[in-house]
């Protein structure tokens, strides 16, 4: 037992040695916001003129997070952001690409209200 506290012991000074060593390694946001990769996907962007409500977004999306409504006469599509996993398949089977991910990354909220992304069209 005592062998390996004290094995834990030296792995953690040994850490802490490196660590003082490399100084500060995280980021100055959110006075300096990062700039996200090329290949980032974050917030999702809808454009109510190309989507045809075909529904294929809804079937693809694995968090089940897009919703398609109709009632009233009225057609609508809704993303909740509160449990996308931003994979990105949406925007893949999208024929008319309707749906686009963009780098916005800053998505915190007061209410899951303000988390909701929808379009609405008069069939």
């Known amino acids: 037992m005592l062998f390996r506290q004290r ?3 030296e792995k953690v000074f040994k850490i802490l040695i ?15 916001p990062d700039i996200p990769s090329a290949g980032f996907r974050g917030k999702t962007e ?8 075909c529904g294929k977004c809804v079937s693809a999306c694995p968090a089940n997070v897009i919703r398609q409504n109709e009632e009233n006469g009225e ?6 952001y509160c449990g996308c996993i931003f994979c990105g398949r949406c925007e893949e089977v999208c024929p008319n690409g309707a749906i686009k991910l963009t780098q916005e990354y800053e ?17």
């Not at 490196?18 to 300096?32: D, H, I, N």
Request: glycine letters at 6%; charged letters at 30%; a positive charge.
């Open 46 to 53: 809808l454009a109510a003129e190309k989507c045809t409500y």
């Open 75 to 80: 057609k609508t599509l809704t993303v909740s």
């Open 18 to 32: 490196k660590t003082l060593k490399t100084g500060r390694q995280t980021t100055k946001y959110p006075e300096k």
């Open 107 to 123: 998505l915190a909220s007061k209410t899951k209200e303000d988390l909701l992304a929808g379009i609405r069209r008069n069939s």
């Open 7 to 9: 094995h834990v012991g």
